[in-house]
C-alpha cells in the first residue's frame, strides 16, 4: 500500500482515496465519484466496466481505531459494528435496519455428507429485503446522506433494487428505479411497497441501464448502478469481516460464492485483504467462484487464462440472480479469484436444483437457486478431489428462496393425495 | 403460584409442571403431554380447545439460573440465550439455526407519522423459515429429541409446518405433514425443500387434522398441533424476553399482536408474566389482539364479555395467516387480554392493505398481512384516541411479505410505462 495518498485530509475524518483497479491511479472521493476518467474512456457498451475505483485506505490509521480490543467491547451489530472499517464521517448515516450481522451457521449434517469437518453456512439470506444486496445499499445510501444527495437511483430489474429501495425506505431517501416494463411483478410489488418510484421503461435492462445514467447526471441524483457505484463493492466487503469474527478471528480456507457480475465476490476479496492489511489475518481464503453453465463468462475466462471476460450472448439459468451477458466487474473479479489462489466452477440448472433441496433437507436452508448455485459447486469439486476433508470452507448464501418459489417447485416433487383415513395413510407409509 | 408442585424430582433438573389453564391441576409432563385429560373430556369439534395446558415455572429455582447478572455475561443469541428459562434438560437439543433474536427497531418515521414518541416494531419476519411459528417449532423439535420421539407431525396448511419443516430439518427429525390437497402450492414447495414428508389428503383442514391426531396416537409419532401441544405456547413466549432486554430491561405499555388462533398473544403474555414472577418487570403490558374484521371470533367475544370465542362461520380476510373460525387458544387469549388490560381491534382487508404500504414506506420492513393488520390496529386506536402520544408501544411483525406476493400486489399501484428517453422521464416527473 505505499500508493496511499490520503486526498481527503481537512474534509473528512475517513483516510481514504478511490484508486482504480486498471490504471492504480487514486482520486478524491469528492472528485471523482463512480469510475475512474482516463480508464473509462474506453468503455464500449455490453462489456465489463473498465475503471473499477476501489476504496483504498490507510491501514496504519484504520488500525488505531480498529483493532482486537474494540470488538470486545463492542456491543453493536451488523454494519454498524464495523464503522471503523466504513469510508463514512458519520455513524448517523448508517440505516437503523439490521443489515448483516447474519449468522453463519455449523453445517454438520451437511459437513457429514459431503465428509468435510470445518463446513459454514454465511446466511445472507436473513437481510431485511432477503438479500446480500442490502450490504451494498446501506453503505451507498449513507455515503448519499453525507453528500447531501436527496434522491438515490439505480436500474435493475431485481435484488438491487428492491435492496435499494428498502434501505431508501428506513431513512426517508427518495429512491428511483429505472426498470424495463417486463420485470418481475412480484420484485416491483416490493419496491413499491417500499415505496420506491419506479420508472418503467419500454425497452430491454440496457435501455434502462442508459437513462438512470442520464437521469443521475441531469436531476442530481445519486447513482448506485453495481460496480460503477465504488461503494457497492465496498458495502459488501463487511460479511468478510463477520465470517472472520464469526470463526474465532480466523480466515477460512475458501468462500464459494455465487457469481453474476463479479461484485460479491470483489467485495468479500477486499474484506479479506482489508483484514491482512491490518494484520488481523495472515493469508487470504480462496475465493471460488461458482456460476451458472449458461452464464459462466467469468468461468470461461478463467479458465482460458483472459484477464476480461468475453460477454455470453443469451445467458440464462434457473439461478436469474446470477444471469449476466456480461459481467460488469469482470476484471477485477478475476483478478481477485487468480490472486487468492482461488478458482472458477459452473454448475448445470440440474445441479442447482438437487442442490436447492440437498441444502433444505440438511440444513433447514431454503435458498434461492443462486444460493444453491454454492452448494453444487462445493459438491462438484468436492467429488473431483479438490477439496480437502478438514478444508474450512464458508458457503456464502446470498438469497431466500421465498424470492423464487417456481425454482422451489422444481426442485422437489409433489406427492399424491390419498383419502383422509389411517388406512390410506399407512398404505403410503408401507 | 402457591399451587407448584414440583413432580419432575429426579427426573428432570428443569422445575415445572404443565397446568391445566381452566380447572389449574397440574401434571407431570412425563405423563399427560397435550391437554387436561378432565377438562379436554368435553371437547366438542371446531371450537376452542379445552384444558390447554402450560408450562408452570418455580420462580425461585429460576432465578436461581437467570437474573440480569447472567445476561451481562451471556454471548449466546437467539432461543439459547434463555435456556435457562426453558422446560428443557440440555441445550443440545436446540436447533443450530439462530432462531428469535430478531431486531426490535425504533420506528422513528413512522412515530412522527402517528405522533408517538415511543414506537418499536419486533421484525420476526426475520426468522429462518421467515415467520414467529420458528419460535414454537424450535422448543417442540427440542421437546421431541429430549423425549426420544423420532417424528413429529403437524396438520397444517402453512406457516406452521413450514417452521415445523425448517427445524425439524436442521436437527435430522422426520417431519410429517398432514394438509388438505387444496394446500397453497408455493408453501408445499418450501415444506417440500425441508425435506417434509408431506401428505395430502382429499378433504378439509379438520379431516387432516382428526388424521394427525390419530397418526400420531397409532404410530408414536409427536403432535406439534398449535395450543395442542403446550410448548408451541411456551416457545413462543421468548419473544417477550427479548422485547424487555431490548428497551433496556424494561416491558413495554403495549403489544400489538396479529391474532388468529390466539397462541401467540397467549405466549407473548406468559412470557412477561415470567417476567413478573421473577421480579423482572413490576408490571404488564397490556395485550392488544388485533383480527380481521372477518375472522374477528377473539374481539368480539372480548366485546360481548364471553369466555369463550363463538365460531365465525366462513371466516375469511386477505391476512390468511390469521384467518380462523374458533381461534383454538381462544379461552386462554381472552384471558391474557382481559388480565392485562388489553383489548381487541378488528381492522377491514381495506386498512390492512393500506397499512402493509404505510409500513413499508415508513420504516423498510415489508410484512405479510397478517402483520400489516397489527399497524392498522394502532393506527385505528389511535385515531381513536386511546393511545396515549408517550405510550411504549411494540408492533409484533409476525411474518414477511415474501410469503404474500399477491396481496403486496394488492397494496401497491402499478405506474404507467414510458419511453426510455430523458425527455418522457422528465414528463412523468414534472
Known amino acids: 500500500m505505499t ?23 487514486g482520486y478524491d472521493p469528492g472528485e471523482v465519484p463512480y469510475v475512474c476518467p482516463v480508464c473509462s474512456e474506453e468503455q464500449e457498451p455490453g462489456r465489463a466496466l473498465l475503471g473499477v475505483l476501489e476504496v483504498d485506505y490507510d491501514y496504519e490509521r484504520l488500525a488505531i ?25 458519520d455513524e448517523k448515516f448508517l440505516s437503523p435496519l439490521l443489515i448483516g450481522d447474519t449468522p453463519l451457521m455449523a453445517g454438520e449434517r451437511l459437513g457429514t455428507h ?58 426517508g431517501v427518495d429512491c428511483s428505479v429505472i426498470v424495463p416494463e417486463s420485470a418481475p411483478p412480484a420484485k416491483l410489488a416490493q419496491m413499491l411497497v417500499y415505496g420506491a418510484k419506479v420508472f418503467p421503461v419500454r ?20 447513482n448506485r448502478n453495481t460496480a460503477f457505484n465504488p461503494y457497492t463493492i465496498d458495502g459488501k466487503r463487511v460479511a468478510a469481516f463477520e465470517i472472520w469474527e464469526q470463526l474465532g478471528q480466523r480466515a477460512p480456507d475458501s468462500v464459494w460464492i455465487p457469481t453474476g457480475d463479479g461484485v460479491i465476490i470483489a467485495g468479500v476479496a477486499k474484506g479479506f ?12 481464503p480462496r475465493m471460488i467462484a461458482v456460476q451458472a453453465a449458461g452464464s459462466a463468462a467469468l468461468v470461461n475466462a478463467f479458465e482460458s487464462g483472459l484477464k476480461e471476460p468475453e460477454p455470453v450472448e443469451g445467458a440464462s439459468s434457473v439461478a436469474d440472480s446470477i444471469v449476466v ?12 479469484i487468480r490472486e487468492s489462489q482461488g ?42 478431489g479438490r477439496v480437502a476433508d478438514d478444508e474450512c470452507a464458508v458457503l456464502l448464501l446470498t438469497g431466500t428462496g421465498l424470492k423464487d418459489i417456481a425454482a422451489a417447485q422444481r426442485a422437489v416433487m409433489m406427492p399424491q393425495s390419498i383419502e383422509p383415513n389411517f388406512q390410506a395413510l399407512e398404505e403410503v407409509l408401507a
Open 203 to 222: 425497452g430491454n435492462y440496457d435501455q434502462a441501464f442508459d437513462l438512470s445514467s442520464e437521469a443521475c447526471q441531469r436531476l442530481g441524483w445519486y
Open 65 to 89: 481505531e480498529f483493532d482486537r480490543d474494540y470488538l470486545v467491547g463492542c456491543a453493536l451489530r451488523g454494519t454498524r459494528r464495523y464503522f471503523p472499517l466504513l469510508p463514512l464521517s
Open 343 to 384: 478458482w472458477g466452477v459452473s454448475v448445470s440448472d440440474e445441479e442447482i436444483l438437487s442442490a436447492l433441496a440437498l441444502l433444505g433437507r440438511l440444513t433447514g436452508c431454503f435458498v434461492e437457486p443462486s444460493s444453491a448455485a454454492a452448494v453444487a459447486g462445493l459438491l462438484k469439486e468436492r467429488e473431483a
Open 114 to 171: 459431503l465428509g468435510m469437518t470445518d463446513l459454514f453456512m454465511k446466511d445472507d439470506s436473513r437481510n431485511p429485503a432477503g438479500s446480500y444486496k442490502d450490504r451494498a445499499s446501506v453503505l451507498v445510501v449513507a455515503k448519499a446522506l453525507e453528500m447531501g444527495a436527496e434522491t438515490v437511483c439505480t436500474a435493475s430489474t431485481g435484488n438491487a433494487a428492491t435492496a435499494l429501495a428498502c434501505v431508501c425506505a428506513s431513512q
Open 325 to 336: 451477458e456480461a459481467p460488469r466487474n469482470g476484471i477485477l473479479a478475476l483478478r481477485e
Open 273 to 284: 485483504r482489508d483484514l491482512l492489511g491490518l494484520g488481523l489475518i495472515d493469508k487470504m
Open 3 to 25: 500508493f496511499f495518498h490520503n486526498l481527503m485530509t481537512g474534509l473528512n475524518s475517513i483516510p481514504y482515496q478511490l484508486k482504480c483497479v486498471d490504471c492504480g491511479h
